[in-house]
């Protein structure tokens, strides 16, 4: 028989979590057609992967990318990776099924302008999508601000009922349309004051299409127990499954309540289903948010409209150059974006290591200054914390990035190495696969990525260069 690609003598970590083996991998299509120790029969491409593995796409399940990967298709951030599928509309902001009539509420102007918002439903996305042929594919969360933003004249109270009538139907009409779920935000002010039972409302909607919920909590730092017990209410309310976002305790006063808040998981997942993502690093980025202002640590900022000069200066050093304190800087820089330097390395390590943690880049592709979470999520799990920090086998961390995520978001036939499966496939070094995106450098794309396919087309190589676009729309699956 003659394949299209075959990979010979590679060792395979296919991201059940299993023991990794040695085998030949031939792929016809879009699928992978045979595994075997030794497979005959010729290839258009025959590529040596000895001394590398072979292992499934990696499948973030925690992007803003909404509008980017329509706009610019190669992708670089995320294929160069090992990044095969990203989820979009996560913490309560999609660019699928958002209508924005005037200005762009904080925090959906993380993923563009207000004309770049032209998708007022999923279907609509969908076919931007496919008709711009990412190099990745892609799949989409709604968010709950978004359809606040589209009922409501003023976010900053809860919804009435007939508001969340109108948002319900919505919701309805986008999960029907390949929606994944629905994702909240409810930290943002645009959300914050939406009721426990609004949202309950709106999770009533997912049980029969069998979406998911996935949560920015209400609060990450001293009152995360309630948001979490929130979430958790929210989920058996709508019998749905629970993704809590990036989890964290962030804070100074919050750190090392990692050891509560996993506890607390534990008793949960017993008798429901529970689980959460999160990015390898002790700092967060989002839009600047005076509430989290502070000298308790560190504060850079990524962008600022008023005053672009500043990106990727402290804050502290800005607060004193203008001879102010910090949140009168605040004020002056707003709208803008910022890192915090929120976390505790050990919190991280612990939410990393959790049987039922995913991985998650939440990067932000807009800021100019980004975190190099953007570029670099992926390769530091498997480089830093898995090979140099023996935090845990290659094996578990590939199974957190590709099995375990595909299951969870019920994305059929991909993240395995399976006979009959996609053929989203990614080479690596294991011995100098890491992360080159550095804070004062994040544009960069990681070492020891050597070969990515995208359903079956090759798609990033060793030239870091895009040298495909494959990627597709995936629906949810009933």
Known sequence: M?????????????????AEYLADVAVLGDRIADIAPGISGE???????????LAPGFIDVHTHDDINVIRFPEYLPK??????????????????GATINSEVPDPMNLLGEAHQFIYPTVEAYAQAVEQAR??????????HTALRNNQMDDLFRPA???????MRGQLKQALQQGALGLSTGLAYASAFQSTTEEVMALAEELAAEKGIYTTHLRSEFEPILEALDEAFRIGRHGKVPVVVSHHKCAGAKNWG??????????????????????????????????????DEFEIVITWSEPHPEVAGRSLKQIADDWSMT????????????AIYYNMDEQDVRRVLRYPATMVGSDGLPNDPMPHPRLWGAFPRVLGHYSRDEKLFPLTQAVHKMTGMSAARFQLPERGLVKRGYYADLVLFDPLTVRDVASFSNPKQPAAGIEAVMVNGVMSYGLEQKVIGRAGRFLRRQK
Not at 134 to 143: E, F, H, K, M, R
Request: aromatic share 6%; proline share 3%.
């Open 2 to 18: 003659k394949f299209d690609y075959l990979f010979r003598n590679v060792t395979v970590i296919d991201g059940s979590g299993g």
């Open 43 to 53: 290839a258009a491409h025959e590529i040596d992967g000895c001394g590398r593995v």
């Open 79 to 96: 294929i160069s990776q090992g990044i095969t599928t990203a989820i979009v509309g996560n913490c309560g902001i999609s660019a699928a």
């Open 134 to 143: 990412p190099a990745i594919n892609v799949g989409t969360l709604v968010g």
């Open 160 to 166: 009435t009922e007939a508001e969340i009538l109108a």
């Open 257 to 294: 309540r990692t050891v509560e808040t996993l506890r607390l998981f534990d008793k949960v997942r017993e008798q429901q289903d529970v689980s959460c993502d999160c990015y390898p690093y002790s700092a967060s980025s989002s839009t600047l948010d005076m509430k989290q202002i502070t």
């Open 326 to 337: 910090l949140h009168e800087a605040g004020k002056l820089l707003m709208p803008a974006g």
